[in-house]
């Protein structure tokens, strides 16, 4: 099911005024990179938006995989979220702790599994403690209630969906990484994989889809999806290195009145292992 064309982002203003309404999930949904030396889990305890709930893309997965933070099953899913407090029909602010960088993927899953009142605090926890808001401390003590989740196929791709994109065009890739490791001129951060990009990918790096925290305005994201030599308007699969940057352009068309593009979950950490899928190097 392809994105309603609405707006996906909410005002810290908004929330301020709506805090501990009934209805309302909030959610943390903070992941850092290994490199940053950041551990999401202990700066929660240390200071969140009040009433908040700490979203785990590492913990809230398939742990049977050797890939990072895929997608778990809807029993799965329905089960963690049950424990957050999170039921259907509730109205759902995610936020980060860089102010959007994880919080687009922690969207993108909860609309994967049936959610569709899923919004992203614009500016994220930055833009609230820069204005002085409110925080707490200390683990959150949510209610359980009941999540129905269903999987929604067409927001998420498969290997073989990348590999039909890239051979028979199927719909366009678009990689979100930077354009160094794009065209093979770093190595990849994750041990035991090549350097490069799919063949036939364009690159929009997610780093000129953001500003100071927030989400460009739409002329700019426009442009940076026509520098990227894209048309939104046709299928769009989005990749980058495990999925959480690609889920930051998915949000990014949905909020310039696109589709909601799938994401390729493995990512760069599934077709970039040694294997028969072959690798482009260099530019676009």
């Known amino acids: 099911m392809t994105g309603l064309k609405e707006d996906y982002l909410v005002s810290t203003d908004w929330l301020a005024q709506h ?28 200071q969140h938006i009040p009433h908040a709930v700490h979203f785990d893309i590492d913990a809230i997965a398939d742990t049977s995989s050797n890939l990072p933070h895929m997608l778990p099953d809807a029993v799965t899913f329905s089960g963690a979220v049950r424990k957050l407090g999170i039921g259907d029909g509730m109205k759902i602010v995610v936020y980060d702790a860089v102010g959007l960088f994880s919080a687009p993927r922690v969207w993108w899953t909860f609309r994967v599994f049936g959610a569709r009142d899923v919004v992203i605090l614009d500016g994220g926890l930055p833009k609230w403690l820069a204005e002085g808001r409110p925080v707490a401390d200390g683990p959150a ?3 359980s209630r009941h999540f129905t989740a269903r999987l929604d196929h067409g927001l998420v791709a498969s290997v073989e969906d990348a590999r039909a994109a890239s051979e028979k065009k199927t719909a366009q890739i678009v990689d979100a990484r930077s354009a160094a490791r794009f065209r093979g001129d770093e190595i990849e951060p994750r041990p035991g994989l090549r350097s490069g990009h799919i063949p036939g990918a364009r690159n929009c790096p997610w780093t000129e889809l953001v500003h100071d925290g927030g989400l460009r305005p739409r002329a700019e994201l426009e442009a940076a999806f026509a520098r990227a030599g894209f048309d939104p308007a046709k299928p769009v699969l989005t990749t980058c290195g495990s999925g959480v940057s690609a889920s930051i352009l998915s949000f ?28 482009a190097i260099g530019p676009a």
């Open 19 to 46: 805090l501990g309404a009934p209805g309302l999930a909030i959610v943390d949904a903070s992941w850092h990179l290994p490199t940053a030396n950041r551990d999401a889990k202990d700066e929660f305890l240390k």
């Open 141 to 143: 003590l949510p209610r």
């Open 252 to 279: 990014a068309l949905a909020n310039a009145g696109h589709d909601i593009a799938p994401v390729y979950d493995g990512s760069w950490s599934e077709w970039g292992q040694v294997s028969d899928r072959p690798v």
